[in-house]
């Protein structure tokens, strides 16, 4: 059944006569993460309002008990206020003759490497762990039977990005990852509130550095540019007036802490009112602003439906969200439930992004968990998308940003290490330190001295003034960080826990032989209506019939059946390199 | 201009001709108008490359060339100013940073342009915006493609493939084009289908095929293309490409941006950043700025020694730019904050090295900030007109805007 043109910005609820399989795959595919023939059909069986209750009222749902994240304990409380930087860690330990938790040497050779090698440590082991919680997360979004939940939290993740790289504490990430999941789908003020007191978003845009007398800008320009209204909807004299309102924000570890002292209880003069604001207040004035609620609206609009949002439409959600005091699922409902949601333009649009293309990829092949091998990590890196750590505090751009010449390649390749794991040439990322680690280990283990083992090969002509200016400056006598480097990365791997390497359990076979297909045609459909969520190209799915009739040297399906497998990985592999699969 | 290399005449004009025949061969098979091929001609034969380097987050240009003559400079800064007995000096009034040999190498060389105030009215202070104005070349506005597609469609009407390189995870709005398709890669190694040798022909029908679908797809299918026909080209470029120059410790993709040169890739503009808001430095700016610092020039100043090595130097050019600088006067935390005018750089053999535009007064601020002395269209301008030989630069930045003289 194909829907009309008079579908668009439509928001009167879909009745259940243009309920079918296809719109309830289409529901699935953008508040979940999609899933199998059966997941679909648990789905179409039921009436719309009652397919988006069992998505959104997820509470309801029977979910198991989904494992919480297992620390691998590397941290201790002398890592709490951990330094900026290394020069600034071995500068404390020069004037106080310690630093995180290690004493200086007081004689012998390198007298501060000890504090250095514990400086590195750090910082690899809280990014080998925040891998870890990025995986975890990964595995919860494969297995949930609450995928709206999870890619909500992906969603909020995405908007109030944080990260770790900067946050440099596993912990904090964790803590707001738990935020995105409890309130991800409630109160839009709360969740604001909370976030702006979250102690990783306090660390990521400076908030302990903003003090009464010296405001710092970051915090207050990021919260109303990114996080509520956008650009164009106050002045720098308004962000100059809420920084001074968040002063004295600040964490003590892991708890959201007002320093008083630090905080400038002045008048101050914000988007039209005046008052002794402090942080909530500002929050509050913003959300009372109507272009908020129209900003959010269309934010989580684009998210789940498409692109282009006229602003007719942006200001009908906006009213959604303003007149239900920013609960949000009204809106999730509204929009889940909408004509235009099932539109035309709004269905097969979505380029998936990365995190999107691996968990759909895993529960489309019916996969209870995230496999381990390839590296979640890795894989998603390589089309642009590390969770955890996106590349600005604007998150990701999302859509047509994805896709360049070098991902769309990229995405082909991952999903053949999906299908057919490279366990001949799998190394586990989070134990490869990289050439230069590598080179100074095996240089230490055949009894060069520090110096010799960490001395840069030159690579130039020869001249000294040609070699690298960085390269010259590395070379230290207090303490070597290449050694230090190593030192760290050893004691990290050592102590974090290590990723199972389990690639993924499933059979193609199984899958296609409950429909009892009899020809290679009828095999491929089945597959394309499995993986795809927009027609194929007829000269496509042909070559694609034309590949299985020789890989299996028959068309009969009867005669392939206990050779099928690895035949039938491979025209998946080639189903998902197709620009089409890239749609959801 | 002196140089501490030689250059092979000889073989500098083999690889012109290799290039301008590869261009043409790209070229023909699609009609174009006379003047599109006077056009393409003219660009061809002037064989010129430019290669655009983004420092992303706002780097501060004050502390990058220090005006160490200037006392307001410490009044302003008395913990983050650097000592004049610090730096490079390169004259009375200004120094580079100590890490930075390799512009203090260009600099005396006189291959390095460095352009004061740079900025424009009513200027942003916000990364994003900020750096969409100086990608559209549109302050203050919107437009749909990047300044450096309009200057390809203008000089290529025909919309060669790989005309545009673009070294990143994603593709910038700066090469954003509408008759060209930029290639955009980040590992060369990573550009390669794993793939069975029996999948190889179905692969290529799927990947390839040209069915309408919707907007989405098609412009999925587009790319798709592009990157079948770049795949192996691309990958062999970079595997074969040797050189014993050292790149520094921060590779920002010039050393990838050699190999396509040297293997005679037809891409006349090139484009690379270092991403991630990297010179965004509120907060204990000291350290992190001068490792920045010291990788950004050696790493620009290694891929032009590279370029002389293999006799390419008069035909390239790197600019390197940021969407602002940086306030005059420190912040608490030690570091700075987003400010409005900063220093560029135009480095190259052809470049006719020196100081360029005003260096804005220190005291006379507006709320703190540096008044702009030199609109960024013009470098634009120069770039398109003394650089690339395009004369069109209105239908490039809406409006003409007067060059600065910088090529010699």
């Given at each position: 059944?194909?829907?009309?043109?008079?579908?668009?910005?439509?928001?009167?609820?879909?009745?259940?006569?243009?309920?079918?399989?296809?719109?309830?795959?289409?529901?699935?595919?953008?508040?979940?993460?999609?899933?199998?023939?059966?997941?679909?059909?648990?789905?179409?069986?039921?009436?719309?309002?009652?397919?988006?209750?069992?998505?959104?009222?997820?509470?309801?749902?029977?979910?198991?008990?989904?494992?919480?994240?297992?620390?691998?304990?590397?941290?201790?409380?002398?890592?709490?206020?951990?330094?900026?930087?290394?020069?600034?860690?071995?500068?404390?330990?020069?004037?106080?003759?310690?630093?995180?938790?290690?004493?200086?040497?007081?004689?012998?050779?390198?007298?501060?490497?000890?504090?250095?090698?514990?400086?590195?440590?750090?910082?690899?082991?809280?990014?080998?762990?925040?891998?870890?919680?990025?995986?975890?997360?990964?595995?919860?979004?494969?297995?949930?039977?609450?995928?709206?939940?999870?890619?909500?939290?992906?969603?909020?993740?995405?908007?109030?990005?944080?990260?770790?790289?900067?946050?440099?504490?596993?912990?904090?990430?964790?803590?707001?990852?738990?935020?995105?999941?409890?309130?991800?789908?409630?109160?839009?003020?709360?969740?604001?509130?909370?976030?702006?007191?979250?102690?990783?978003?306090?660390?990521?845009?400076?908030?302990?550095?903003?003090?009464?007398?010296?405001?710092?800008?970051?915090?207050?320009?990021?919260?109303?540019?990114?996080?509520?209204?956008?650009?164009?909807?106050?002045?720098?004299?308004?962000?100059?007036?809420?920084?001074?309102?968040?002063?004295?924000?600040?964490?003590?570890?892991?708890?959201?802490?007002?320093?008083?002292?630090?905080?400038?209880?002045?008048?101050?003069?914000?988007?039209?009112?005046?008052?002794?604001?402090?942080?909530?207040?500002?929050?509050?004035?913003?959300?009372?602003?109507?272009?908020?609620?129209?900003?959010?609206?269309?934010?989580?609009?684009?998210?789940?439906?498409?692109?282009?949002?006229?602003?007719?439409?942006?200001?009908?959600?906006?009213?959604?969200?303003?007149?239900?005091?920013?609960?949000?699922?009204?809106?999730?409902?509204?929009?889940?439930?909408?004509?235009?949601?099932?539109?035309?333009?709004?269905?097969?649009?979505?380029?998936?992004?990365?995190?999107?293309?691996?968990?759909?990829?895993?529960?489309?092949?019916?996969?209870?968990?995230?496999?381990?091998?390839?590296?979640?990590?890795?894989?998603?890196?390589?089309?642009?998308?590390?969770?955890?750590?996106?590349?600005?505090?604007?998150?990701?751009?999302?859509?047509?940003?994805?896709?360049?010449?070098?991902?769309?390649?990229?995405?082909?390749?991952?999903?053949?290490?999906?299908?057919?794991?490279?366990?001949?040439?799998?190394?586990?990322?989070?134990?490869?330190?990289?050439?230069?680690?590598?080179?100074?280990?095996?240089?230490?283990?055949?009894?060069?001295?520090?110096?010799?083992?960490?001395?840069?090969?030159?690579?130039?002509?020869?001249?000294?003034?040609?070699?690298?200016?960085?390269?010259?400056?590395?070379?230290?006598?207090?303490?070597?960080?290449?050694?230090?480097?190593?030192?760290?990365?050893?004691?990290?791997?050592?102590?974090?826990?290590?990723?199972?390497?389990?690639?993924?359990?499933?059979?193609?076979?199984?899958?296609?032989?409950?429909?009892?297909?009899?020809?290679?045609?009828?095999?491929?459909?089945?597959?394309?209506?499995?993986?795809?969520?927009?027609?194929?190209?007829?000269?496509?799915?042909?070559?694609?019939?034309?590949?299985?009739?020789?890989?299996?040297?028959?068309?009969?399906?009867?005669?392939?059946?206990?050779?099928?497998?690895?035949?039938?990985?491979?025209?998946?592999?080639?189903?998902?390199?197709?620009?089409?699969?890239?749609?959801? | 201009?002196?140089?501490?290399?030689?250059?092979?005449?000889?073989?500098?004009?083999?690889?012109?001709?290799?290039?301008?025949?590869?261009?043409?061969?790209?070229?023909?098979?699609?009609?174009?108008?006379?003047?599109?091929?006077?056009?393409?001609?003219?660009?061809?034969?002037?064989?010129?490359?430019?290669?655009?380097?983004?420092?992303?987050?706002?780097?501060?240009?004050?502390?990058?060339?220090?005006?160490?003559g200037d006392d307001a400079y410490y009044r302003a800064r008395p913990r983050l100013g650097i000592r004049a007995d610090k730096l490079r000096k390169i004259d009375d009034t200004f120094g580079f940073q100590s890490g930075m040999a390799g512009f203090e190498r260009l600099y005396k060389d006189g291959w390095l342009a460095i352009v004061h105030g740079v900025g424009y009215d009513q200027p942003s202070f916000s990364h994003f915006s900020s750096m969409a104005y100086w990608h559209t070349g549109a302050p203050n506005s919107g437009a749909a493609y990047g300044w450096l597609g309009r200057l390809a469609d203008g000089m290529d009407p025909a919309g060669t493939a790989d005309y545009l390189v673009n070294i990143d995870s994603h593709q910038s709005l700066a090469v954003r084009a509408r008759s060209h398709v930029p290639l955009v890669f980040d590992?060369?190694?990573?550009?390669?289908?794993?793939?069975?040798?029996?999948?190889?022909?179905?692969?290529?029908?799927?990947?390839?095929?040209?069915?309408?679908?919707?907007?989405?797809?098609?412009?999925?299918?587009?790319?798709?293309?592009?990157?079948?026909?770049?795949?192996?080209?691309?990958?062999?470029?970079?595997?074969?490409?040797?050189?014993?120059?050292?790149?520094?410790?921060?590779?920002?993709?010039?050393?990838?941006?050699?190999?396509?040169?040297?293997?005679?890739?037809?891409?006349?503009?090139?484009?690379?950043?270092?991403?991630?808001?990297?010179?965004?430095?509120?907060?204990?700016?000291?350290?992190?700025?001068?490792?920045?610092?010291?990788?950004?020039?050696?790493?620009?100043?290694?891929?032009?020694?590279?370029?002389?090595?293999?006799?390419?130097?008069?035909?390239?050019?790197?600019?390197?730019?940021?969407?602002?600088?940086?306030?005059?006067?420190?912040?608490?935390?030690?570091?700075?904050?987003?400010?409005?005018?900063?220093?560029?750089?135009?480095?190259?053999?052809?470049?006719?090295?020196?100081?360029?535009?005003?260096?804005?007064?220190?005291?006379?601020?507006?709320?703190?900030?540096?008044?702009?002395?030199?609109?960024?269209?013009?470098?634009?301008?120069?770039?398109?007109?003394?650089?690339?030989?395009?004369?069109?630069?209105?239908?490039?930045?809406?409006?003409?805007?007067?060059?600065?003289?910088?090529?010699?």
């Amino acid at each position: 059944m194909t829907s009309k043109d008079d579908w668009v910005n439509d928001l009167d609820p879909i009745q259940p006569a243009d309920w079918d399989r296809a719109r309830a795959k289409h529901l699935l595919n953008r508040a979940g993460f999609g899933g199998t023939p059966e997941d679909i059909d648990r789905l179409a069986t039921l009436t719309p309002v009652e397919a988006v209750r069992r998505i959104i009222d997820y509470e309801k749902v029977e979910n198991g008990d989904l494992p919480a994240f297992e620390h691998s304990g590397v941290y201790d409380p002398t890592l709490k206020v951990f330094p900026p930087s290394r020069p600034a860690t071995t500068r404390k330990a020069e004037t106080t003759g310690e630093a995180i938790g290690v004493r200086v040497k007081p004689g012998g050779s390198r007298r501060m490497q000890p504090v250095v090698d514990r400086f590195f440590f750090w910082l690899r082991a809280t990014a080998l762990e925040t891998r870890r919680i990025a995986a975890w997360w990964a595995d919860r979004m494969v297995s949930t039977d609450r995928p709206l939940q999870e890619k909500m939290a992906l969603f909020w993740h995405g908007h109030f990005a944080t990260g770790a790289d900067k946050v440099r504490d596993y912990r904090k990430m964790l803590v707001q990852l738990e935020l995105f999941h409890q309130k991800g789908t409630g109160n839009f003020r709360e969740l604001l509130i909370a976030v702006a007191q979250d102690p990783a978003m306090l660390v990521f845009l400076d908030a302990g550095q903003n003090v009464k007398g010296a405001p710092n800008e970051n915090f207050g320009r990021e919260v109303m540019e990114l996080f509520t209204m956008g650009v164009g909807n106050y002045s720098e004299h308004d962000i100059r007036e809420a920084a001074r309102a968040f002063t004295g924000w600040t964490n003590d570890d892991l708890r959201f802490k007002l320093d008083e002292a630090k905080h400038d209880t002045g008048e101050k003069e914000f988007l039209g009112r005046r008052g002794n604001f402090d942080g909530v207040d500002i929050l509050n004035i913003i959300l009372d602003q109507k272009v908020t609620a129209n900003f959010m609206a269309g934010k989580i609009y684009r998210y789940f439906a498409r692109d282009d949002l006229s602003p007719v439409l942006q200001e009908r959600l906006g009213a959604v969200l303003r007149e239900n005091d920013y609960e949000l699922r009204p809106l999730l409902r509204t929009i889940f439930l909408s004509r235009d949601f099932y539109s035309e333009p709004s269905v097969g649009t979505r380029i998936k992004g990365p995190v999107d293309l691996i968990v759909s990829l895993c529960r489309e092949l019916g996969l209870k968990r995230l496999p381990g091998v390839p590296d979640f990590n890795s894989s998603c890196g390589e089309l642009g998308q590390v969770l955890l750590n996106p590349p600005t505090v604007a998150g990701w751009a999302q859509g047509r940003s994805w896709i360049t010449p070098g991902m769309l390649l990229a995405r082909g390749n991952l999903a053949r290490q999906m299908l057919l794991p490279d366990m001949i040439n799998f190394v586990d990322p989070n134990l490869d330190p990289g050439p230069q680690i590598r080179e100074v280990n095996n240089r230490i283990l055949r009894g060069m001295s520090v110096t010799a083992a960490t001395s840069e090969e030159n690579p130039g002509t020869g001249m000294a003034e040609d070699r690298a200016m960085a390269n010259v400056l590395a070379d230290k006598e207090d303490f070597n960080t290449r050694y230090g480097s190593l030192n760290g990365w050893r004691e990290a791997v050592r102590r974090v826990k290590p990723t199972l390497r389990v690639p993924a359990q499933f059979s193609l076979s199984a899958l296609v032989l409950s429909a009892q297909p009899k020809t290679t045609t009828e095999v491929v459909n089945i597959m394309l209506g499995r993986f795809l969520s927009v027609p194929l190209a007829e000269k496509s799915r042909l070559a694609l019939v034309d590949f299985l009739n020789n890989e299996l040297g028959t068309s009969d399906v009867q005669q392939a059946m206990t050779y099928m497998e690895d035949p039938l990985r491979l025209l998946v592999h080639l189903i998902m390199s197709t620009p089409e699969y890239q749609l959801a | 201009m002196t140089s501490h290399y030689g250059c092979d005449v000889a073989r500098r004009e083999v690889l012109r001709l290799g290039l301008y025949a590869g261009g043409l061969a790209a070229a023909l098979g699609v009609p174009m108008s006379l003047s599109g091929i006077a056009r393409a001609a003219e660009a061809a034969a002037s064989g010129r490359i430019l290669v655009v380097v983004e420092l992303s987050g706002a780097n501060d240009g004050l502390n990058t060339v220090v005006p160490y003559g200037d006392d307001a400079y410490y009044r302003a800064r008395p913990r983050l100013g650097i000592r004049a007995d610090k730096l490079r000096k390169i004259d009375d009034t200004f120094g580079f940073q100590s890490g930075m040999a390799g512009f203090e190498r260009l600099y005396k060389d006189g291959w390095l342009a460095i352009v004061h105030g740079v900025g424009y009215d009513q200027p942003s202070f916000s990364h994003f915006s900020s750096m969409a104005y100086w990608h559209t070349g549109a302050p203050n506005s919107g437009a749909a493609y990047g300044w450096l597609g309009r200057l390809a469609d203008g000089m290529d009407p025909a919309g060669t493939a790989d005309y545009l390189v673009n070294i990143d995870s994603h593709q910038s709005l700066a090469v954003r084009a509408r008759s060209h398709v930029p290639l955009v890669f980040d590992d060369p190694d990573k550009f390669l289908r794993t793939a069975a040798f029996e999948e190889e022909s179905a692969l290529r029908a799927v990947v390839t095929s040209r069915e309408v679908g919707n907007p989405t797809q098609r412009f999925l299918l587009e790319v798709a293309n592009s990157a079948e026909n770049a795949e192996p080209r691309l990958r062999q470029a970079c595997a074969e490409y040797r050189t014993p120059v050292d790149y520094g410790l921060v590779h920002f993709g010039l050393d990838k941006v050699a190999a396509l040169i040297a293997a005679g890739f037809p891409t006349r503009i090139y484009y690379v950043a270092f991403r991630n808001n990297a010179f965004d430095t509120h907060v204990q700016q000291s350290d992190v700025h001068a490792r920045l610092l010291t990788y950004t020039s050696d790493h620009i100043a290694a891929f032009l020694h590279d370029m002389d090595r293999i006799g390419r130097a008069d035909d390239v050019c790197v600019m390197a730019f940021s969407e602002f600088g940086r306030r005059v006067a420190e912040n608490a935390n030690l570091g700075t904050d987003h400010g409005t005018a900063s220093t560029l750089f135009i480095a190259g053999k052809r470049v006719r090295g020196g100081h360029y535009g005003k260096m804005p007064s220190l005291v006379d601020l507006d709320d703190g900030n540096m008044r702009y002395t030199t609109d960024f269209r013009r470098v634009y301008a120069t770039l398109i007109r003394e650089w690339m030989n395009h004369s069109d630069v209105g239908a490039v930045l809406g409006r003409d805007f007067e060059p600065l003289g910088v090529f010699g």
